[in-house]
């Protein structure tokens, strides 16, 4: 499956949640991550992520996709996903 992580996190959290992150996912731009996972690899993200968080006070969205979505860049790309190898 294909996702886009995009999370609310406080400063004192934010650099944990991406480092976690990056393990998986692509990092696309600041808070936001994406890339293709397994079944397991998403229930790993899911469950480290409630580690990570205080859900009384952060947001993480997740969406599910099928496949990798068609994209469009407005302005600079921060992180380009050519540079995946």
């Not at 999370?7 to 696309?28: E, G, I, P, S, T």
């Not at 006070?57 to 407005?74: A, F, G, N």
């Amino acid at each position: 499956m294909y996702v886009v992580i995009v999370y609310d996190v406080a400063v004192d959290r934010v650099n944990k949640v991406k480092k976690f992150l990056r393990q998986y996912l692509h990092w696309v731009q600041n808070s936001v991550f994406e890339g293709e996972i397994t079944l397991a690899e998403f229930e790993r993200i899911k469950a480290g992520i409630k580690e990570l968080i205080d859900e009384d006070e952060d947001s993480i969205v997740i969406y599910k996709l099928r496949s990798m979505p068609k994209r469009e860049t407005i302005g600079i790309e921060k992180n380009p996903l050519d540079d995946i190898i």
